[in-house]
Structure formats: C-alpha cells, structure tokens
DNA sequence: ACCCAGGGTCATA
DNA sequence: TATGACCATGGG
C-alpha cells in the first residue's frame, strides 16, 4: 500500500479534520523561531510568549545584540521561561555560532543533515530543539518528535514509544512523504491534540483518536 | 500543596 | 546504555 493510506497518514487526517489547521510556529522572524525552540525546552508556551515579548522590548531578539548581551542582565530579561540561567547561557553561544557560521543563508545552503549534525553540535540543543530548528525556521523535512508524540503514538499501539529519538523519527520518515508542510502540521496538531485530549482527564472521551487509542482514563489498558 | 510544561546535560554504575 | 539530579517559572 502506499504512503497515503498508512495509518500514519490516517491518524493526521483524523486529527487536521477534527481540529483544522494550526497556526505553528508563531515569529515574526526565522531567528526568533529559534530562540523559541531555546525557551520552550521543557517549560510551557505561555511563559515562553513572555521571554520573547522582554527580549523585543530589549531589542535582544535578533542575533548581533543577543551574541554581545551580558548573561546575567539576559538571564532576568528571560526569567519567565524558567531554568533562565541556563537558557541565557545556550542563547549567547547559539547566537554566537549563528553569526560564526554567516547566519541564514549559510546555513541554509547546508544540506539538511549537515544542519542537524551542527546544531546538535552546540551544548544545550538537543535533538528536539534542532528539528524544531530544522522543520519551522529553516522548512527542512524532519520530524519533531516530542515527549506527546511518544506517548500518542504509543497509546495507538503504533510504535512501542521506547525507541531512540532517531529510530522514532525515522518511522514517520518511512511512513510519510518528505513534506515540509505535513511534518509542520503534524507535530502542530500532535501538540494542539495532546493538550486537550490523552490527558490524565476525562477528555479523553471524545477524543477524534479514542476508536483506536488504549487509553483509558483513570489508567492505561493492556 | 502538587503536578506539569512544545528538554538537555552531566555524573554515576 | 540507562537511570537520577539538576535546572526554575507560572498555570491548573
């Protein structure tokens, strides 16, 4: 069978049909999708909104000023990312790196594996954070797999939800066609999905997947 | 008060 | 390779 009946491919149209096309990721420019992959490591959108929102009102979302800003004084400008010390540190030495390496256009021109390798080549991004990169600010096909996609696809007996980031993505590499805008959609309505549904609530019942989902709320079936 | 969020690194076994 | 500790704010 091809790829378009797989039940991949099923699973998206169930939930584009039922939630309709996400607005994802929300920037103004390519950079600032970058810094929001930094801020958004384990902490909560809303919260991220408010960092982005300081560093514009600092003039620090742009990669020359954010590469020669002082630590601490970036640190309090981001505090309500949280881990605000750390994420200063890694948006200094991305900055830094950005700039080294002749900033978007260079980078662009890189093949997308090339990309990847060089970006997880920088402390602090890990491999979530560089597809985030890879996929929304530089429209390369990868997909991003999180903690929700794990656990989703998991529950839909689709995968076994153990496997390394990268044999997980490879399976929806193999099941779907390279696609900017499928993988972009995709993990927009993952997210969109997981928060209001697979939740440890009753939500659960309604939910546009429940017909093949195992889960059950209250506990996981088996 | 407790749990979790659009993760990643480092130390230890 | 695989756990555990740590980072930290804000909303439910």
Same mark, same amino acid.
């Given at each position: 069978?091809?790829?378009?009946? %797989?039940?991949?491919?099923?699973? +998206?149209?169930r939930?584009?049909?039922?939630?309709?096309?996400?607005p994802?990721?929300?920037?103004? /420019?390519?950079?600032?999708?970058?810094?929001?992959?930094?801020?958004?490591?384990?902490?909560?959108?809303?919260?991220?909104?408010?960092?982005?929102?300081?560093?514009? &009102?600092? %003039?620090?979302?742009?990669?020359?000023?954010?590469?020669?800003?002082?630590?601490?004084?970036?640190? &309090?400008?981001i505090?309500?990312?949280?881990?605000?010390?750390?994420k200063?540190?890694?948006?200094?030495?991305?900055?830094r790196?950005?700039?080294? &390496?002749?900033?978007?256009?260079?980078? =662009?021109?890189?093949?997308?594996?090339?990309?990847?390798?060089?970006?997880?080549?920088?402390?602090?991004?890990?491999?979530?954070?560089?597809?985030?990169?890879?996929?929304?600010?530089?429209?390369?096909?990868?997909?991003?797999?999180?903690? +929700?996609? !794990?656990?989703? *696809?998991? !529950?839909?007996?689709?995968?076994?939800?153990?496997?390394?980031?990268t044999?997980l993505?490879? !399976?929806?590499?193999?099941?779907?066609?390279?696609?900017?805008?499928?993988?972009q959609? +995709? /993990?927009?309505?993952?997210?969109?999905?997981?928060? =209001?549904?697979?939740?440890?609530?009753?939500?659960?019942?309604?939910?546009?997947l429940?017909?093949?989902?195992? *889960?059950?709320?209250?506990?996981?079936?088996?």
């Amino acid at each position: 069978m091809g790829v378009e009946s %797989s039940a991949f491919y099923q699973t +998206y149209q169930r939930l584009l049909d039922y939630y309709g096309s996400q607005p994802w990721w929300p920037a103004e /420019h390519v950079f600032e999708i970058m810094v929001g992959a930094i801020l958004t490591q384990n902490t909560a959108w809303t919260n991220v909104e408010k960092a982005i929102a300081n560093l514009k &009102q600092h %003039s620090l979302c742009e990669a020359q000023p954010l590469a020669v800003s002082e630590q601490d004084h970036l640190a &309090q400008i981001i505090r309500p990312s949280g881990y605000f010390n750390q994420k200063a540190q890694r948006l200094i030495r991305f900055a830094r790196w950005y700039l080294e &390496q002749g900033g978007y256009p260079s980078l =662009q021109a890189l093949a997308p594996e090339q990309l990847r390798q060089a970006l997880l080549a920088i402390n602090g991004i890990g491999e979530e954070t560089a597809d985030d990169m890879v996929l929304y600010a530089f429209a390369m096909p990868y997909f991003v797999i999180d903690s +929700y996609t !794990r656990r989703i *696809f998991s !529950r839909l007996a689709l995968v076994a939800g153990t496997e390394k980031y990268t044999a997980l993505q490879a !399976r929806f590499h193999s099941e779907l066609e390279a696609d900017v805008e499928l993988y972009q959609q +995709y /993990h927009a309505l993952i997210v969109t999905h997981a928060k =209001q549904h697979c939740m440890k609530t009753p939500e659960c019942m309604g939910c546009p997947l429940t017909e093949r989902c195992e *889960f059950e709320y209250g506990r996981e079936k088996k």
